[in-house]
């Protein structure tokens, strides 16, 4: 069992930057290959960026590259996504989730992770 309690999301401007948190209990994150997903009504949830367990894998969607960055903090259990330069169409409920039977790289599909936080506001107003 793993239990996932984001936090950080809330109002920015354009060009501003947020740090979400995922905090991990129950697993080990070094265990873990772990994705950041959003969602903005009515489309679908989308992976945003995901990180493999051994951390040698990593992965952006392309409307994040070189703004959003994901790392890891191994004694306090934490997964970051670090958002910079913040869009308004960056404005979304953002989920982290986890992979518990991780392989080498980093899962792409909703349907592989079997755990996931409750998801946490982040708008982006221009």
């Known amino acids: 069992q793993v239990q996932l309690v984001e936090s950080g999301g809330g109002l920015v401007q354009a060009g501003g930057s947020l740090r979400l948190s995922c905090a991990a209990s129950?697993?080990?994150?070094?265990?873990?290959?772990m994705g950041w997903f959003r969602q903005a009504p009515p489309k679908e949830r989308e992976l945003v960026g995901g990180l493999s367990h051994s951390g040698g894998n990593t992965y952006y969607a392309d409307s994040v590259k070189g703004r959003f960055t994901i790392s890891r903090d191994f004694a306090k259990n934490t997964v970051y996504l670090q958002m910079n330069s913040l869009k308004p169409e960056d404005t979304a409920v953002y989920y982290c989730?986890?992979?518990?039977?991780?392989?080498?790289?980093?899962?792409?599909?909703?349907?592989?992770?079997?755990?996931w936080g409750q998801g946490t506001q982040v708008t982006v107003s221009s």
């Open positions: 129950g697993r080990p994150i070094r265990s873990l290959a």
């Open positions: 989730a986890a992979d518990t039977f991780p392989g080498v790289g980093v899962p792409k599909t909703v349907g592989v992770y079997d755990y």
